[in-house]
């Protein structure tokens, strides 16, 4: 399966951009990643004060539940280069915003707006495969990790093999391998996976409207 309407689809998933379509790839976001950006944000372990980091934070569902643990010294930055999730986010996040408790950074993981070490917990979710630029997006993380802290990355193995089946990931790298071996390059250390097992489907169709259906 490719086609105009599968490329199309494909540059909303790694850019979504205010469209009809961009609309309903926000909507799967919303839906079908609940889950692994709730897991991830578990998996940060965070504390009250920590400063975190959310790369490719798309429709800001992660960035909501992380806000959640978080006291009045703890501070959330959010970075992702889609207008229109920065819109979508902005809203899902307006009043941590509005005390100043959260920012929303336009950019890249490959070029970050933050200072070096000032980071304790960074994660991200479905995203890394849309960086262009690995080993640069690496180094960049590790420059604004404190010493000690830890990055989290969750992703829907069973989805991505899927779409790989069905053609829409042919020019997309999401194998995490790549991503591990990037970080050791990072000199990243205890860099492992561990695989868990759930019973979501991917299901596109569900947020097609009827005549795409
Ligand atoms: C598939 S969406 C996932 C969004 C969200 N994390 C979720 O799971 O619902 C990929 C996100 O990564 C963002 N993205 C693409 N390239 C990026 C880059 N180089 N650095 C950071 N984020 C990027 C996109 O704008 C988009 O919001």
């Given at each position: 399966m490719s086609g105009?309407?599968?490329?199309?689809?494909?540059?909303?998933f790694s850019l979504p951009r205010l469209s009809p379509l961009g609309?309903?790839?926000?909507?799967?976001?919303?839906?079908?990643?609940?889950?692994?950006?709730?897991a991830a944000v578990n998996l940060a372990l965070l504390e009250p004060d920590h400063q975190v980091l959310e790369l490719g934070f798309g429709p800001g569902v992660g960035l909501k539940n992380a806000l959640a643990k978080l006291g009045p010294h703890g501070h959330l930055?959010?970075?992702?280069?889609?207008?229109?999730?920065?819109?979508?986010?902005?809203?899902?996040?307006?009043?941590?915003?509005?005390?100043?408790q959260v920012k929303l950074l336009r950019g890249?993981?490959?070029?970050?707006?933050l200072s070096d070490g000032t980071i304790d917990r960074v994660f991200h979710c479905s995203s890394?495969?849309?960086?262009?630029?690995?080993?640069?997006?690496?180094n960049e993380i590790k420059r604004v990790m404190k010493p000690g802290a830890f990055m989290v990355t969750t992703l829907r193995m069973s989805q991505l093999?899927?779409?790989?089946?069905?053609?829409?990931?042919?020019?997309?790298?999401?194998?995490?391998?790549?991503?591990?071996?990037?970080l050791q390059r990072a000199h990243f250390t205890d860099v492992n996976m561990k695989k868990t097992?759930?019973?979501?489907?991917?299901?596109?169709?569900?947020?097609l409207p009827p005549l795409l259906k």
């Open positions: 105009p309407f599968q490329t199309r689809l494909l540059r909303q609309w309903i790839v926000k909507h799967f976001f919303q839906q079908n990643n609940r889950f692994v950006e709730q930055y959010g970075v992702d280069p889609s207008e229109y999730m920065h819109s979508v986010a902005s809203r899902r996040l307006a009043s941590g915003i509005q005390t100043g890249r993981a490959e070029s970050l707006p890394y495969y849309y960086w262009t630029d690995l080993d640069k997006a690496c093999q899927k779409l790989e089946e069905n053609g829409l990931f042919k020019e997309v790298n999401w194998q995490p391998q790549l991503l591990m071996e990037a097992s759930n019973k979501a489907q991917l299901n596109m169709r569900q947020f």
